[in-house]
């Protein structure tokens, strides 16, 4: 391990073999390809050399058992291994549901991605930074399954930095739904400064503005429709002095996808350049960056936008047009829930977005302006 840590000056992307072998189920919104796709968009890309690419290990339940409870492990594994659960497993657990149903990987794969995020968490003790798209799964809660989420690897994440010796860690999320396990996990911490954007009114329908979780977390609700103009008030007058405030040993970021217009969980309307612009901004702030994935259900959008952080990372100019290496990563990829969908041309040729800016509502102003006011009292 401590010869890792020395090579892990370079940006190191963790990925695993798991994800192209396990669905949630054809109508699932996970069953679509994600971290494959990035990953082999990024190889075609000639960005992804083998010196900068991990397997992720899978986390043991003793590691899971940093956060979660060891009776819910067991129940976890246990339902993997039976491909059943009982009805009390089904209401005390949360697993078996529409959300979080029974499937041959249910186990090993959130496993797997909570293993990536602990070897990229250990990877940056001595600074560095890594990027674990399989990770961000910021729902789980310690003794139950939620929202997609079996295990919470944030969570677990920041108390591996904390084991580490690393004392104030900041956590970014900009997944369009709010974070509420590792809300509820940080609840009241000082060495733990947690900021989100998240859409208002969407599920888990947490994380209010007057929601301080007992002075750990800023917490900007967005109405629908946010455009990146607002995104680029809340980055500078929010997420990026509130960070800078806090002086972190380390910064988290959680990135989901589902922030950008084309998802269809959310109904905020950003560009996937808001996701690249935050990561380069955050990425200046601090010397040990961790970079995970998160929400996504739209499998050319989540790959364009997750492709292009890592560009960032990597400090990769992003092209006007892809080759047609890149293409042919794209081109083949089903939306399960929507047969016979054709993607629109841009989907394929290039991995920026449009620009999406507009006019900055009063109401964003206002929101914005109620946290500035906080951290200035502070």
Not at 19 to 27: E, I, N, P, T
Not at 250 to 255: E, F, G, K, M, S
Not at 264 to 287: E, F, I, M, Q, Y
Request: proline content about 7%.
């Amino acid at each position: 391990m401590k010869a890792e840590r020395q090579k892990a000056k370079e940006p190191i992307y963790i990925g695993a073999r798991i994800y192209r072998a396990s669905s949630y189920g054809g109508s699932h919104p996970l069953a679509i390809a994600r971290v494959p796709t990035v990953t082999d968009l990024c190889k075609a890309m000639s960005w992804l050399p083998q010196q900068q690419y991990r397997n992720s290990p899978r986390a043991k339940p003793s590691a899971l058992q940093a956060f979660h409870t060891g009776e819910y492990v067991a129940a976890l594994q246990a339902a993997e291994d039976n491909q059943q659960v009982s009805d009390d497993t089904r209401t005390r657990h949360g697993l078996g549901t529409l959300s979080n149903p029974v499937h041959p990987h249910m186990f090993r794969r959130p496993a797997t991605s909570v293993g990536g995020v602990l070897f990229g968490a250990a990877l940056i003790t001595n600074g560095g930074v890594a990027y674990v798209p399989g990770g961000g799964t910021h729902h789980g809660m310690p003794d139950r399954a939620n929202g997609f989420c079996y295990f919470n690897d944030p969570v677990l994440a920041i108390l591996s930095l904390r084991r580490q010796g690393l004392e104030r860690i900041a956590y970014v999320d900009i997944d369009a739904h709010h974070c509420d396990g590792v809300e509820a996990a940080f609840h009241g911490a000082e060495d733990v400064r947690l900021i989100s954007v998240h859409e208002e009114k969407r599920w888990p329908f947490t994380g209010a503005l007057a929601d301080t979780a007992g002075g750990t977390a800023y917490n900007l609700p967005v109405p629908r429709d946010l455009n990146d103009t607002e995104y680029d008030l809340i980055l500078d007058r929010v997420i990026l002095p509130t960070v800078e405030q806090f002086r972190p040993d380390a910064v988290v970021l959680q990135c989901g996808a589902d922030a950008l217009l084309e998802d269809p969980l959310a109904r905020l309307a950003l560009s996937n350049a808001s996701h690249w612009k935050t990561v380069a901004a955050l990425g200046a702030l601090c010397d040990r960056f961790l970079v995970l994935g998160g929400g996504g259900y739209n499998p050319w959008s989540v790959a364009r936008c997750w492709a292009g952080v890592w560009a960032t990372l990597a400090g990769h100019d992003i092209p006007d047009e892809l080759p047609e290496e890149a293409r042919a990563v794209l081109s083949p990829l089903k939306w399960n829930r929507k047969a016979g969908f054709q993607p629109p041309a841009q989907w394929l040729e290039t991995l920026r977005d449009p620009s999406r800016h507009g006019p900055v509502r009063d109401d964003v102003r206002s929101r914005v302006r109620h946290l500035t006011d906080r951290l200035s009292a502070e």
